[in-house]
Structure formats: structure tokens, C-alpha cells
């Protein structure tokens, strides 16, 4: 498999990453009776500075990886290098310093925060946990200095959540997770559950600190549009797998892998006449369950451009041009166009 070559600028490497959950049967003496591959071999790296897009349905997998990049879940199989560290072999007192290190913003703001902590006291914990600052006028300054960097009044830490708007929440959420001074944050989904004008606010303070504080991102979405204004490169999932990742420009102009390209023709056309004129962007069949995935080429059994052996092995990643790497023998061929006669056929949501 083509792969970036190992440099100072990489921060994040993960390499065949795997994590396979067990479903068990019986009460009393529970044996595992089958695995679900929720992340089945991938790798990726992440450069320092970037924003790296991590993108797919729902349940391909996005949230395990940053499970694993956060510690929250052991890898089955595979490694997470860290600034070149083995995440996966650190003791206590270096796993958290690496804690400091990596922070995530989590999709829901109604939910991500204590409801029965101020706005002040959340923003304090992570300093208290980890012994930020000595006094607590220091900690009291850095919290109205997170405010500030988020676009938020200091008067404001006297709040409860359910006294703030959600975008308020998720800029609090925000202030918490720079609270360290992170290296890498990670974004699950940040604005998903906010309204589309909040969306565009959260999205341009969160590229502001990019380029302010030299933050680095992996931002999981299911929103191609914000993916694209976002992240400077963009990795594709499908049932636990990788099948893309290219610069963000080059993915959206020239999709290679099917996959990618039906993903991006389900996008809507804001012109009403041209979004009626368009065939519909049907997938046939439906998304294989992780727990049985298909062999070979884990889609398969849904690309029109499928030949034999996409059913017997396992594509590779292969690098079609500079920084592009695709898993599909039959990369950069338009997909045939699909009906919607089958009764098999369903529409795919992005």
C-alpha cells in the first residue's frame, strides 16, 4: 500500500487499525459467538496543522477511530503514533500527558456538558485535573481567556447550560477542549445538531483557531459542503474501511473510487430545476451489516463497476496520482448511471 513517508510534519500515523467488538451469547457463561468489525484495517496520517475530514455513513466506523485516538477504546490489532509514540504502549503517567495533548469537541451540546456545573466550573475541571496553573486567579483568567477566544462574554461562566443557546454550548464545548492547549483536537460532528446559520459561525471560529493557535483537526462529518470549506484533506469510509483519501479539492472534482462518487452525487443541487433534471442517486441493496461484511472489495455488492476479483480480494490503497490514494482496481471510472427500478434500491443520505 502507497503511503505518506514517515516526516517531522506527520502527527498523527495509524497504521492497520482494527477494533472488533464481540457479540456474546448466554447470561451466565457468555461465549463470543461472532465479531463486529466496526474498523477493519485502516491507515491514515495526519499532518501537523491540517484538517483532516473523515467522512462516510452512519456506522462505517468514523466515531470508533476517534475512540481509539482518544483512548477511550483499545485497538484489536494495529498503532496510533502520536508525535512518532506508540499510544498503545504508554503507562499511566505518560497516557495522561498524552490526554493533555488530544481533546474532542462531541457532536451533541445539549448532552456534552454537565448540566449541573457553571459555565466556569466546566471550564476549570480539565485545568484542576491535570494541575494547570498554580492560583486561582490564574485559572480564573485563563477562563475568561478561553471565553474570549470563542466569542463569548466573560459573564457568561456564571451560566448553567440549560441557560444558553446551543451554539453557546458548543463554544463552550469549544473553550473546554483548547483548555490544555491541545495538539490535536478532534470534531465529531460539532455542528450536526445545530441550525444551519449557527453551522456557519462554529465553522469559521473553528478554522480561526486553526490558523491562530496551530491547532490540528480530525473533523468526522456527515456534511460534504462543511467537510469541504473545512478540512485541506479528506478520507472516504465504508464498513469499517478507508476507500479514499485525496486533498479536499481533488476529491470533490475528481471523485475516483464509485463509492465516493454516488456520495457526492446524493449532495443536493441548490438550483430546484437542476436538482429535478438529475437522475436520482440510488445505491442498489443495502449497507452490509459489520458483523457479516462481504469478501473482498466491502462494496462490492453495490458498484456498478464490480469484476470478480473485487469479490474474492482485498483492494489496496493504492496511489493513483500524488496524494491520492484509492482502493478500487477500477479508480476513475464514471460510474453507470443507477435507476431506481429495483426494488432493491436505496436512497443514499449524506
Known amino acids: ?201 462554529i465553522i469559521n471560529l473553528l478554522e480561526d483557531l486553526r490558523q491562530e493557535l496551530g491547532l490540528t483537526y480530525l473533523f468526522i462529518g456527515h456534511d460534504l459542503s462543511v467537510v469541504k470549506n473545512l478540512c485541506s484533506r479528506v478520507a472516504v469510509m465504508y464498513l469499517g474501511k478507508i476507500v479514499e483519501i485525496a486533498d479536499s479539492q481533488i476529491l470533490f472534482d475528481n471523485p475516483a473510487h464509485p463509492y465516493t462518487q454516488a456520495l457526492l452525487a446524493a449532495v443536493p443541487i441548490p438550483d430546484p430545476i437542476a436538482e429535478a433534471a438529475r437522475p436520482p442517486g440510488i445505491l442498489p441493496g443495502e449497507v452490509p451489516s459489520p458483523q457479516n461484511p462481504p469478501s473482498g472489495c466491502v462494496f462490492h455488492p453495490r458498484c456498478g463497476l464490480a469484476i470478480n476479483a473485487c469479490r474474492k480480494d482485498i483492494p489496496a490503497l493504492d496511489e493513483i496520482s500524488p496524494q491520492h490514494l484509492v482502493a478500487c482496481p477500477s479508480a476513475g471510472i464514471p460510474t453507470p448511471q443507477l435507476s431506481n427500478d429495483s426494488k432493491e434500491a436505496t436512497t443514499l443520505h449524506t
Do not use: W
Request: aromatic share 4%.
Open 1 to 201: 500500500m502507497a503511503k505518506v513517508q514517515p516526516s517531522d510534519d506527520v502527527l498523527v500515523d495509524v497504521r492497520n487499525l482494527k477494533k472488533h467488538f464481540p457479540v456474546t451469547r448466554g447470561i451466565v457463561f457468555q461465549r463470543t459467538v461472532a465479531q463486529v468489525k466496526a474498523v477493519d484495517g485502516v491507515s491514515f496520517q495526519i499532518r501537523k496543522g491540517e484538517a483532516f475530514g473523515l467522512v462516510g455513513e452512519s456506522g462505517c466506523g468514523k466515531t470508533t477511530i476517534a475512540k481509539c485516538l482518544l483512548k477511550l477504546e483499545d485497538p484489536t490489532e494495529g498503532t496510533i503514533h502520536l508525535d512518532g509514540a506508540d499510544i498503545g504502549s504508554l503507562d499511566r503517567k505518560a497516557t495522561l500527558k498524552m490526554r493533555r495533548r488530544v481533546q474532542a469537541i462531541f457532536q451533541d451540546p445539549y448532552s456534552s456538558l454537565n448540566p449541573r456545573m457553571k459555565v466556569g466550573s466546566i471550564l476549570l475541571e480539565p485545568l484542576i485535573v491535570h494541575n494547570e496553573l498554580n492560583s486561582s486567579a490564574e485559572r480564573a483568567e485563563r477562563v475568561r481567556e478561553l471565553l474570549n477566544f470563542c466569542g463569548l462574554p466573560s459573564a457568561i461562566s456564571r451560566r448553567y447550560p440549560h441557560e444558553m443557546s446551543g451554539g453557546q454550548r458548543q463554544r463552550v464545548g469549544i473553550a473546554r477542549a483548547l483548555a490544555l492547549n491541545p495538539d490535536l483536537i478532534i470534531c465529531d460532528e460539532p455542528v450536526s445538531a445545530l441550525d444551519v446559520s449557527i453551522q456557519a459561525q
